[in-house]
């Protein structure tokens, strides 16, 4: 079941991480010609599927609001303000609520706020930095706004940003029942600055760090004559790759039959943040966040390629990377190219201790956030093949078979170069294999490995296995206790947390208590 064809709705994805729907899209609200709509769709990417859950009422809790705004913070959507059409005139909301997915179902809740609560407004600029939620500009009743607050997540509080600079227009017009009226560009996140298209067709780049605003004229043409580009920023949809804002517009007008009144856009952000530095030759923190978040630094170098080389054999070859992604995306590169080490200076580095294949794994996950084929296969199937989590019993009997796998060949080479949450991910698949049969070879790979936190997930996994106080459980635990003297002083606590567990599960009959 697929939503009807409507405008002013919020699509936002909570991560897969904390909530375990991987790669679902939320699509709510929104209104069309006739209705106003207060439904909710979710749309599963790997599957092309719409689907329409049963979530609870939440017609009280988040009024049914068009032009609202939408991001993910931890585990929740957070939906603030909108507008709603009553016969003609519309109401602007200030209401703030959240969604999260509850025993696999959607869940609204009103969030209880305080402080200096901003007014109702929608088409407004809503972003996330810092573990706090700034909302800046949008439309009420008859104002365009340019005002800033911030939310602050951990105590519920708003309060509003004083602000400095040159701001984007604020102004009176002549509300109008059954018509929207057109205000600033939604705003989209570059470093610490918010970046948005003004309709005076202007850019705005707002420093929260500074809580000013900068502005930059900007020239537009048409892209089939030499005429003046007509643009409606309230039409616009930004998005920011490869250091730039792209801008896909149209104005009213638009159709099929002449594409002129389609517009794209790509204005350089890099150039833009170079200009508000020059400012202030001293600003050393918003060259410190430019390097953290842009991908930048004040280094020229930042901009040119660096080569990485494989040695011969399985996977020989280079790969080729900017250094700006580098900078951005891999934190264990991030100094040696930052530095005058001789490496960054020629360009080039030799990598001797990972293949080529598993080193453009990891770029494709830093990159991109593209998992490595095989754990998609490992989560939707059996441990059948080579490439998948690993076969218990092959693991029991022929440790050079693990070694050689390359799940295992990734896992290390995300651990040697501190790739944490793509190591998490992988190590997890792997003590999928875990079993009675194979336990205390997982344990002396994971003491081997020197991986504190995989230890202890094959620890975890083992002692649910005891749990289950089966025979072979029960034989798991002397084949434990016979492992090597250096092992001996780690498997003690595991067992005499094995001891305390049991004893739990008899006079309780309860399920695993965590380790303590």
């Known amino acids: 079941e697929h939503p009807t064809v409507r405008w002013g709705c919020s699509a936002t994805c909570l991560n897969e991480t904390s909530t375990g729907d991987d790669g679902k899209v939320y699509l709510f609200g929104g209104w069309d010609a006739k209705y106003q709509y207060k439904d ?6 790997e599957r092309r599927m719409w689907s329409k859950p049963r979530c609870n009422d939440h017609e009280d809790i988040m009024p049914i609001a068009s032009m609202h705004s939408a991001l993910q913070y931890k585990d929740k959507i957070w939906y603030f303000g909108g507008a709603m059409c009553v016969g003609g005139p519309y109401i602007y909301h200030d209401d703030l609520a959240t969604m999260s997915v509850v025993s696999g179902s959607p869940f609204f809740q009103a969030v209880t706020t305080s402080g200096d609560i901003p007014c109702g ?22 104002t365009v706004l340019n005002d800033v607050f911030v939310f602050d997540f951990a105590t519920s509080v ?36 918010v970046v948005l298209l003004g309709n005076d067709r202007r850019l705005y780049a707002f420093d929260i760090l500074k809580s000013s605003w900068h502005s930059f004229t900007l020239e537009f043409q048409n892209d089939y004559d030499d005429t003046e580009m007509t643009l409606d920023a309230s039409c616009v949809a930004p998005c920011i790759m490869d250091h730039r804002l792209i801008i896909l517009s149209a104005n009213a007008h638009a159709n099929e039959e002449d594409p002129s009144l389609f517009h794209t856009l790509a204005i350089d952000l890099d150039t833009m943040c170079e200009v508000i530095i020059q400012k202030d030759q001293d600003d050393a923190l918003s060259q410190a966040f430019l390097a953290r978040w842009a991908g930048r630094t004040a280094d020229k170098k930042t901009q040119e390629q660096f080569e990485f080389n494989f040695e011969e054999g399985d996977g020989a070859g280079s790969i080729v990377v900017a250094r700006s992604r580098l900078v951005s995306h891999f934190s264990y590169f991030q100094k040696m190219l930052d530095s005058n080490m001789t490496e960054s200076r020629e360009g080039h580095v030799t990598i001797r201790d990972v293949s080529r294949h598993d080193f453009q794994e990891i770029l494709n996950f830093l990159f991109d956030g593209k998992l490595p084929p095989f754990i998609s296969k490992a989560s939707s199937s059996s441990s ?30 995300c651990a040697r170069y501190d790739v944490q949450s793509l190591e998490k991910i992988i190590g997890c698949e792997i003590v999928k294999g875990l079993d009675e049969n194979n336990a205390c070879f997982f344990f002396q790979l994971a003491h081997d490995s020197q991986i504190a936190w995989f230890k202890e ?38 067992l005499n947390e094995a001891t305390r567990i049991l004893d739990h599960l008899h006079h309780h009959h309860e399920e695993v208590p965590p380790m303590r």
């Not at 407004?121 to 008859?142: C, N, S």
């Not at 080579?386 to 070694?403: C, E, G, N, R, Y």
Request: hydrophobic share 40%; net charge positive; charged share 20%.
């Open 40 to 45: 909710l769709y979710t749309l599963d990417i």
């Open 121 to 142: 407004r929608a088409q407004h600029t809503a972003v996330l930095f810092e573990k706090k939620m700034y909302i800046l500009g949008g439309v009420k009743e008859d």
């Open 158 to 193: 708003w309060s509003q940003v004083q602000t400095k600079g040159d701001a984007p227009p604020t102004y009176k017009y002549n509300p109008a029942n059954f018509r929207v009226h057109p205000g600033h560009g939604v705003g989209r996140m570059y470093g610490h600055y």
């Open 384 to 413: 059948s093949s080579s490439d998948a989590a690993i076969p218990p019993a092959a693991a029991a009997a022929a440790p050079d078979l693990l070694m050689g796998q390359r799940m295992w060949r990734l896992f290390l080479a």
């Open 457 to 494: 997930e094959c620890m975890r996994a083992i002692l649910r296995l005891i749990a289950t106080q089966t025979p072979a459980a029960i034989a798991m635990m002397r084949d434990l206790a016979r492992l090597p003297p250096d092992l001996t002083q780690h498997v003690t606590r595991y």
